[in-house]
């Protein structure tokens, strides 16, 4: 019998080769005349030159930090009313997008972003967002999720406010992206989906969708930063989408709960971040339902997959072991803050903070 389920996603999605060409008639399909592009650092040219043939572009600002920072969302919300924007937009990848997320959902208040990043909650109306991943990995583009730093202090924040109004994912956009970064992005891509297979919320609707998912991704993550062969990050973008529609209602679980203070004191980009307990949660969580997972995209079981996610980190030059990652190691620390976290709750086995500590210890 199928189990009952909701499923939520109100996304104007477009996806192809070439669907940024759309953007102009988007922005008049939802009304907006006036809007602020958030770039990377790494598209600020992109960004600039783009404005100059769609004229609803009325600022661009490309100052965003990889862990996308308070104060960038105070200078994109003053933009914003300086110039009456109706819409955020936002090329690139996770980072920009948190940022125009969350400007948007400040840009008709009369408080400011740090007083709703401590706690005001936020007024009903938000400006339109629009989101143009430029990697294959982040799946904001579907989520109600924003991670807005100030300093080290990083907060995760839920709300329907956040869900974009559209997003358009070209392919095309992730062909410049360098292998290091296709690779950790791939595997944060990865993490969605199958965090969202086993997490405690998954349902049949999100099994879908993150099966595909990684069906897309098995195949096409090594040849799409090895090779930067087009058809395999086509097949990435695509799978990371459908790994963002899978989270976006099913959550993610152990990996992202770790990944967190991973981040914060070892500086460890979040894909790395995620990637660096993924094979350790694959073997740990290695029930039936994830064996006939393993089976299903082609592997013996699931220690055969988890091997190939410890294989391509080695290959690919990712960070394995904490004796590689920078600051002093407290693992005392990182177990109880990853223990303590709320997608930890998420996760199909619930751990001690002994049996976690063994965990990390393998990866000393
Ligand atoms: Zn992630």
């Not at 909650?121 to 400006?127: D, I, L, N, R």
């Not at 405690?200 to 897309?216: G, R």
């Not at 195949?219 to 097949?235: C, F, I, M, Q, T």
């Amino acid at each position: 019998m199928i189990d009952a389920f909701r499923y939520f996603l109100p996304v104007d999605i477009r996806f192809g080769c070439g669907a940024l060409q759309e953007l102009p008639a988007l922005l008049e399909s939802i009304g907006s005349d006036k809007m602020v592009l958030v770039c990377d650092r790494f598209f600020d040219q992109f960004g600039k030159d783009l404005q100059k043939k769609v004229p609803a572009i009325v600022a661009v600002f490309s100052d965003v930090e990889p862990n996308p920072q308070l104060s960038g969302v105070e200078e994109v919300v003053r933009l914003m009313k300086a110039t009456g924007a109706s819409a955020a937009a936002a090329i690139g990848g996770g980072s920009a997008i948190d940022t125009a997320k969350y400007a948007a959902a400040c840009a008709y208040s009369d408080h400011t972003p740090t007083a709703h990043f401590e706690g005001l909650p936020f007024p009903q109306k938000v400006a339109k967002i629009i989101a143009v991943p430029t990697t294959a990995g982040t799946g904001s583009e579907v989520t109600s999720v924003s991670v807005i730093s100030r300093g080290d202090e990083k907060k995760t924040t839920h709300s329907p406010l956040f869900c974009p109004t559209a997003c358009i994912v070209d392919p095309e956009l992730t062909f410049t992206v360098p292998p290091k970064t296709t690779l950790m992005t791939g595997l944060d891509a990865f993490t969605h989906a199958i965090e969202a297979y086993w997490s405690i919320h998954h349902s049949p609707m999100t099994d879908l969708l993150a099966i595909e998912a990684l069906k897309a991704i098995v195949p096409h993550l090594e040849k799409s930063y090895r090779d930067g062969d087009k058809d395999a990050r086509v097949a990435m973008s695509y799978g990371s989408l459908l790994a963002g529609l899978a989270f976006s209602n099913a959550k993610t679980a152990a990996c992202h709960a770790c990944s967190y203070p991973l981040s914060s004191y070892h500086h460890l980009p979040h894909g790395e971040a995620c990637a660096f307990t993924l094979d350790s949660f694959i073997r740990l969580n290695a029930d039936d339902r994830l064996q006939t997972l393993a089976k299903t995209l082609g592997f013996a079981d699931c220690d055969a997959l988890a091997d190939e996610i410890a294989r391509l980190k080695e290959t690919g030059g990712l960070r394995t072991r904490f004796a590689q990652l920078e600051g002093a190691v407290d693992l005392d620390r990182i177990v109880s803050e990853s223990n303590v976290h709320m997608l930890m709750k998420n996760n199909p086995v619930q751990f001690t903070d002994a049996q976690l500590k063994a965990m990390f210890e393998q990866l000393l």
